[in-house]
Nanobody, 123 residues
Framework: QVQLVESGGGSVQAGGSLRLSCAAS????????MGWFRQVSGKEREFVAA????????ATADSVKGRFTISRDNAKNTVYLQMNYLKPEDTAVYHC????????????????WGQGTQVTVSS
């Protein structure tokens, strides 16, 4: 049974910071890429960032580049999303996801998903 559990969401004022965590359990994720996506009610899920497990290469959406940083701790099977200089348009439910092999920017390429954590940014 694969489980992804996000934490770290909350409410913050514009310009503030949050760090999201995604803890993976159920199997060894040494060959799994991890991604962060976000979704606003009524809209499609949007790619935010992703990281390969092996070579640590990353990808970040243009809308958050320079503000968000993805990282991971292999020993803890945990992926992080450091979010700085938050804007009201960053408000969404943030989901982490896992897939075997290299990362993808496409949500349907991921096999496992967490329940999500709400991030609310007020102006």
């Amino acid at each position: 049974q694969v489980q992804l559990v996000e934490s770290g969401g909350g409410s913050v004022q514009a310009g503030g910071s949050l760090r999201l965590s995604c803890a993976a359990s159920g199997r060894t994720f040494s060959n799994y890429a991890m991604g962060w996506f976000r979704q606003v009610s009524g809209k499609e899920r949007e790619f935010v960032a992703a990281i390969n497990w092996s070579d640590r290469s990353t990808a970040t959406a243009d809308s958050v580049k320079g503000r968000f940083t993805i990282s991971r701790d292999n020993a803890k099977n945990t992926v992080y999303l450091q979010m700085n200089y938050l804007k009201p348009e960053d408000t969404a439910v943030y989901h982490c996801a896992a897939r075997s092999g290299s990362y993808s920017l496409v949500s349907r390429a991921y096999d496992f998903w967490g329940q999500g954590t709400q991030v609310t940014v007020s102006s």
